[in-house]
């Protein structure tokens, strides 16, 4: 079982940045993908980002490539999602997924384990 804990979400003016973080337990991080997904009020839940166990190998959603970042410590067993450039549409509770498996992946489904989330709030 893998206990995921997101943190670093608040209020930010847009052009802001923010850098969250998903601090595992339980199992290490290291052995699986990882991803970040996001869900805004009345609307589904939607991939933001996504990196391979190594985390050699990225990938992003269209609308937030070249303003977000998604990154791993292994070592340190968490993940990151470095936010710049924020827009008011960024604005959603965001959720950090990690999964056995070595290869990215965009959906949900591919994802065994949740953290909480944390909230982003951008004001224009």
């Known amino acids: 079982q893998v206990r995921l804990v997101e943190s670093g979400g608040g209020l930010v003016q847009a052009g802001g940045s923010l850098r969250l973080a998903c601090a595992a337990s339980?199992?290490?991080?290291?052995?699986?993908?990882m991803g970040w997904f996001r869900q805004a009020p009345g609307k589904e839940r939607e991939f933001v980002a996504t990196?391979?166990?190594?985390?050699?190998?990225?990938d992003y959603a269209a609308s937030v490539k070249g303003r977000f970042t998604i990154s791993r410590d292994n070592a340190k067993n968490t993940g990151y999602l470095q936010m710049n450039s924020l827009k008011p549409e960024d604005t959603a509770v965001y959720y950090c997924?990690?999964?056995?498996?070595?290869?990215?992946?965009?959906?949900?489904?591919?994802?065994?384990?949740w953290g909480q989330g944390t909230q982003v709030t951008v004001s224009s």
């Open positions: 997924a990690a999964a056995a498996g070595a290869d990215m992946a965009k959906t949900a489904q591919a994802y065994d384990y």
């Open positions: 339980g199992r290490t991080l290291s052995s699986g993908r």
């Open positions: 990196i391979s166990q190594v985390g050699g190998i990225t």
